[in-house]
Nanobody
Framework: QVQPVESGGGLVQAGGSLRLSCAAS????????MGWFRQVPGKEREFVTA????????INTDSVKGRFTGSRDNAKNMVYLQMDSLKPEDTAVYYC????????????????WGQGTQVTVSS
């Protein structure tokens, strides 16, 4: 099964920016809508952003609207999350995964979560 490989996380001050990347290991995500999720210790993984197959439409959860922008480059088999105006509450491990479009759910047979990339925002 195709596995996501996330990168680009790091430590940043509040108000700063980061750009996360997601590559596909062992295949391609180009035929799927893609989603970004995040998780903090002790809490369930939560949906952040959905990116349509073409990249032309994105859906953000309310807490990141106006600050995060999802995109993709199908020619490079890459998915991105541009995060601006970061807040301490954005601190989490971020993951990408193929999703059912316009939902917060991964595709039915997906169980290959990557290791994620840690984002830490200091106040």
């Amino acid at each position: 099964q195709v596995q996501p490989v996330e990168s680009g996380g790091g430590l940043v001050q509040a108000g700063g920016s980061l750009r996360l990347s997601c590559a596909a290991s062992g295949g391609t995500f180009s035929s799927y809508a893609m989603g970004w999720f995040r998780q903090v210790p002790g809490k369930e993984r939560e949906f952040v952003t959905a990116i349509s197959w073409s990249g032309g439409t994105t859906i953000n959860t309310d807490s990141v609207k106006g600050r995060f922008t999802g995109s993709r480059d199908n020619a490079k088999n890459m998915v991105y999350l541009q995060m601006d105006s970061l807040k301490p509450e954005d601190t989490a491990v971020y993951y990408c995964a193929p999703i059912i479009w316009a939902t917060t759910k991964t595709i039915a047979d997906f169980d290959s979560w990557g290791q994620g990339t840690q984002v830490t925002v200091s106040s």
